[in-house]
């Protein structure tokens, strides 16, 4: 399980519940919940599906209370499942083009998941304006999990620059 903390005065990234990096770029406003899956749209639909599960997002608190509404965008939505806390996309155009993202904003947030598959990338984390942009740009502290390599990189506002840290992701 990876999550991402955000305690209003640092952002911290987590590895099964032990700390593995805290960002260089200290927090500066409230923050959404915010995922995207990347699609391949000449691969096959079972090829090309990714997705999140184990979703938790709210205020900073006891690790897995989750608060929050989803709000999903592109064409076609990608699909969700309530009881799982899951989301996944299973077709469309290729790119980061769908995308899960919650109602609300928290000063200080926590947030947690998993991927589904091994199949293509899935971004998620922590965006001050996940309607900006494209929604792999506007993560503004995230996980990037890595398709058939099992690898996830942490990310946070100064990778725009290039730079990132990558670790072994759990399978």
């Known amino acids: 399980m990876l999550s991402i903390t955000n305690d209003g005065s640092s952002v911290r990234y987590f590895k099964n519940g032990t700390v593995i990096y805290t960002s260089l770029i200290a927090p500066s406003s409230s923050y959404y919940f915010q995922a995207a899956a990347f699609n ?3 691969l096959s639909v079972l090829a090309s599906s ?14 897995g209370i989750s608060n929050w509404t989803p709000i999903f965008a592109g064409s076609p939505p990608p699909t969700y499942d309530g009881a799982t806390s899951s989301f996944s996309r299973v077709s469309g155009t290729t790119g980061y083009t769908q995308q899960v993202y919650s109602k609300e904003s928290y000063r200080t947030a926590y947030v947690s998941g998993s991927k589904t598959t091994t199949g293509n990338n899935v971004i998620f984390g922590l965006s001050s304006s996940p309607t ?7 993560v503004t502290f995230g996980w990037l999990l890595e398709g058939q390599d099992g ?3 942490l990310r946070s506002q100064s990778d725009k620059a290039g730079t990132h840290r990558s670790f072994e992701m759990i399978k």
Do not use: H, I, Q, R
């Not at 599960?53 to 006891?62: D, E, I, L, N």
């Not at 900006?132 to 506007?138: K, L, Q, R």
């Open 151 to 153: 690898y996830a990189s």
């Open 132 to 138: 900006s942009g494209t929604p792999y740009d506007s």
């Open 50 to 63: 990714a997705g999140l599960k184990s979703v938790t997002f709210g205020p900073m608190g006891p690790a």
């Open 40 to 42: 391949v749209s000449n």
